[in-house]
């Protein structure tokens, strides 16, 4: 079929950088690390929450684009409904570590997030970016955005 058009926009998405995060493309070989941006990682994701017990549970924004902005936030929203349906949400301290200043751009959507994140007791940090994952210690490295240089390391 041959289509007619004043102007053409091709959008195909955005190219995965995993290896711009040390440690990260091997770092997906641990059970503990996923990612639901990827077909080949997706999986693992859901598989790393079932397989929770008890501890951090970080996840994260980066500081480049992303093919949804409201995908971090939504498996992490689901991992605690989870947790709850399966009684391990008692033992599970929720970090969302986010490259923003916000929690989301669109104000009235912030506004309405941040109530459910306290509603859910979940630990946001603002202006962090994940640059190292150190999957043999279960440590994930932020760098602090309004501090370049200055990181921070959570365990996991």
């Known amino acids: 079929q041959q289509v007619s058009y004043k102007y053409l926009i091709v959008a195909l998405g955005i190219n995965l950088h995993y290896e711009k995060i040390k440690g990260l493309p091997e770092g997906f070989n641990h059970p ?63 970090m969302f570590n986010t490259s923003l200043g916000v929690i989301f751009g669109v104000k009235k959507y912030a506004d309405a997030l941040l109530e459910v994140i306290k509603e859910r007791n979940i630990a946001v940090n603002y202006k962090r970016n994940l640059v190292e994952v150190r999957a043999d210690k279960q440590e994930a490295v932020f760098e602090n955005l309004d501090k370049p240089g200055e990181t921070e390391v959570h365990q996991v």
């Open 32 to 94: 503990k690390i996923g990612s639901n941006y990827s077909v080949h990682t997706v999986e693992k994701t859901w598989k790393a929450l079932q397989d929770f017990k008890e501890g951090n549970a970080i996840f994260t924004f980066p500081n480049t684009p992303v093919k949804c902005a409201g995908a971090p936030q939504k498996i992490m929203y689901l991992s605690d409904a989870y947790w709850r349906k399966t009684g391990k949400r008692s033992k599970a301290n929720i």
